[in-house]
């Protein structure tokens, strides 16, 4: 029998990137807020600048109750499942993904919300790729950039603004949609390199520019700027200029008094009466049971997680899980195809060591509808990523181009010769849900504590394919000005394994019967229960999710909070434990 705990008004599950940024509204309107998170704090000590722990161990001095429960995967519902990894995408700890992660904070562009519309009135319907579930979002940028902005300053984001008011500013980028002011600090700094690849973009007339990090290029909210030591990659920052959630709106909300952080708390299952109204959440600390009572729930994990507990939650109301009376958890799943890179060799060193990867230079020249479609075979694109981000292990895997082996003393002196001489391009390619694509529950593989993995059934089709390779060829190009003398693509396509950044599982739209929450985030079927994340979210574009899954946590806690007694309310018993 698990211990009730005091009744309060929302329980948020999770209190990481997004779940960290909607307790800080809910908490500023006074209400009661429970965040549960199965990770601890941690503290600067814990961001030792160490490559071999963060990188390859996968901060083993956390509690990661994730790397328990990596999810399977398989590409099609008739393949093998594919061997799990070592290291969960996902953070447990306050803050959670948000100390870890690379800190790129990008905007969606307006083609984004409306990639179905716009693609119908540009080339024909004929040319939505087969079988997608594509739709557009319930509404367009202009509504969600208040919250973009919102974001930028309370986490705080560096970065240069290429369009505020409609004003174009080639410094910036020229394709972003209307913003309403600047980004709250410059953009970080550049270095030789960069300003090279800047120069070789501009010659054959893209328009580079500066990508927009969560990372203090100057002292903001009493925080250092960037030292640029070169440990962001996966790693926490030890002089918390990386503006994580936990040293941003957590403990901003902390100070009002209303939020009330309860750490190794595992949650199980989300209750309902039989109304089919949440009623609270079962969590596990040390072998113990509890259950906490809340009115609100407001579930905030990482995409899998939240698709999983959805699933973990059956019911009389839900037999096929929480808000799956219409078995739409799970649907429209996607992951951005982060493989089909390139890696450059150049005749000289690029002095790249250290930095991070949100320092960089972009062109999205090649990005969503920026470009005429008209006489190609697939839709969307691609943004170019080039930054500075290098360290020892690394370097020492870095490849070969096929000029010595893979061993010995020749494979020595050339990484003696070529250690700084490389470097990677991040291509962030558009990914399209389909039918076939799906998250459900593992038949076989289970927690440590007997619950079910979640199983990622998933592959890129052929307008993924099509975008990759065709990046590819704008990524060669790019380095090809620059001066690379040797390239090397990754190969495009195949199973998308688990992902860090992945969609869907829970979208967001007006249509109950193709989507598991509505336009606020609350669920179609029990109406207060909120989803938080990018499991909401309907398309990528050539972005990471995390600024855009930040900025819609926010408008979902701001619209609880100016719609309290309505969503709060409603007849409630107590669930059986």
């Known amino acids: 029998m698990a211990t009730r705990l005091k009744d309060t008004d929302v329980v948020i599950i999770g209190l990481g990137a997004v779940g960290g940024v909607a307790a800080l509204p809910l908490a500023q309107a006074g209400l009661e807020v429970i965040g549960l998170e199965a990770g601890t704090w941690l503290t600067r000590r814990d961001f030792a600048p160490d490559e071999l722990r963060n990188n390859y161990r996968g901060w083993p001095q956390a509690?990661?109750?994730?790397?328990?429960?990596?999810?399977?995967?398989?590409?099609?519902?008739?393949?093998?499942?594919?061997?799990?990894?070592?290291?969960?995408?996902?953070?447990?700890?306050?803050?959670?993904?948000?100390?870890?992660?690379?800190?790129?904070?990008?905007?969606l562009n307006p083609w984004d919300f409306k990639v179905v519309s716009e693609t119908k009135r540009r080339y024909g319907a004929s040319r939505i790729p087969k079988g997608s579930t594509v739709e557009d979002w319930p509404f367009g940028?202009?509504?969600?950039?208040?919250?973009?902005?919102?974001?930028?300053?309370?986490?705080?984001?560096?970065?240069?603004?290429?369009?505020i008011g409609g004003k174009i500013d080639p410094r910036g980028n020229p394709f972003e949609g209307v913003r309403k002011r600047a980004y709250p600090m410059p953009p970080l700094r550049g270095n030789e390199f960069l300003e090279k690849m800047a120069s070789a973009a501009r010659t054959i007339g893209w328009s580079p520019f500066p990508g927009p990090a969560a990372v203090n290029s100057r002292s903001y909210q009493n925080r250092s700027g960037c030292m640029y030591h070169g440990f962001c990659n996966r790693g926490g920052c030890h002089v918390d200029a990386k503006n994580s959630t936990a040293v941003t709106t957590i403990p901003r909300a902390q100070a009002t008094g209303h939020l009330k952080v309860v750490t190794r708390a595992h949650v199980t299952t989300i209750e309902v009466?039989?109304?089919?109204?949440?009623?609270?959440?079962?969590?596990?600390?040390?072998?113990?049971?509890?259950?906490?009572p809340a009115k609100v729930v407001l579930l905030a994990s990482f995409t899998?997680?939240?698709?999983?507990?959805?699933?973990?939650?059956?019911?009389?109301?839900?037999?096929?899980?929480?808000?799956?009376?219409?078995?739409?958890?799970?649907?429209?799943?996607?992951s951005h195809h982060q493989g089909a890179g390139v890696t450059a060799l150049f005749p000289f060193n690029l002095n790249?060591?250290?930095g991070l990867p949100a320092q960089g230079v972009a062109v999205d020249n090649w990005a969503d509808d920026n470009f005429d479609h008209s006489g190609l075979d697939f839709i969307g694109g691609g943004n170019l990523w080039v930054y500075s981000d290098r360290r020892p292990i690394g370097a020492a895997g870095m490849s070969t181009f096929g000029r010595v082996p893979n061993w010995g003393s020749a494979w020595k002196a050339f990484i003696k010769e070529n250690a700084d001489r490389s470097n990677s391009?991040?291509?962030?390619?558009?990914?399209?849900?389909?039918?076939?694509?799906?998250?459900?529950?593992?038949?076989?593989?289970?927690?440590?504590?007997?619950?079910?993995?979640?199983?990622?059934?998933?592959?890129?089709?052929?307008?993924?394919?099509?975008?990759?390779?065709?990046?590819?060829?704008?990524?060669?190009?790019?380095?090809?000005?620059?001066?690379?003398?040797?390239?090397?693509?990754?190969p495009v396509g195949g199973a998308m394994g688990v992902s860090t950044h992945a969609y869907g599982g829970t979208r967001m739209g007006d249509n109950p019967d193709t989507n598991v929450v509505d336009r606020?985030?609350?669920?179609?079927?029990?109406?207060?229960?909120?989803?938080?994340?990018?499991?909401?979210?309907?398309?990528?574009?050539?972005?990471?999710?995390?600024?855009?899954?930040?900025?819609?946590?926010?408008?979902?806690a701001e619209h609880l909070a100016k719609n309290w007694n309505a969503i709060s309310a409603g007849s409630r018993r107590p669930s059986v434990l």
């Open 63 to 107: 509690v990661q109750k994730a790397n328990q429960e990596i999810p399977t995967s398989r590409a099609t519902a008739s393949s093998p499942t594919g061997p799990r990894g070592n290291l969960h995408p996902m953070q447990n700890a306050v803050g959670g993904t948000s100390l870890h992660y690379w800190a790129q904070s990008w905007r």
């Open 141 to 163: 940028l202009d509504e969600l950039e208040p919250y973009y902005d919102k974001v930028e300053y309370e986490v705080g984001v560096s970065g240069q603004a290429g369009n």
């Open 273 to 292: 009466d039989g109304d089919g109204r949440t009623t609270g959440v079962n969590y596990v600390t040390d072998g113990v049971e509890y259950f906490q």
């Open 304 to 334: 899998y997680e939240n698709a999983r507990l959805l699933l973990l939650s059956k019911s009389k109301a839900y037999p096929n899980g929480l808000s799956n009376n219409h078995k739409q958890v799970g649907r429209h799943y996607f």
């Open 352 to 354: 790249s060591w250290y």
């Open 425 to 490: 391009a991040y291509l962030q390619k558009s990914t399209l849900p389909y039918e076939d694509n799906f998250l459900d529950l593992d038949p076989v593989v289970k927690d440590p504590l007997g619950y079910p993995v979640c199983r990622v059934t998933a592959e890129y089709k052929d307008n993924e394919r099509k975008i990759a390779a065709f990046i590819q060829d704008k990524m060669e190009q790019w380095y090809r000005e620059a001066g690379a003398v040797a390239i090397q693509r990754a």
């Open 520 to 556: 606020w985030g609350f669920s179609h079927e029990a109406p207060n229960l909120g989803v938080l994340g990018a499991s909401v979210m309907g398309t990528s574009g050539a972005r990471n999710p995390t600024l855009t899954a930040q900025a819609l946590a926010w408008r979902t």
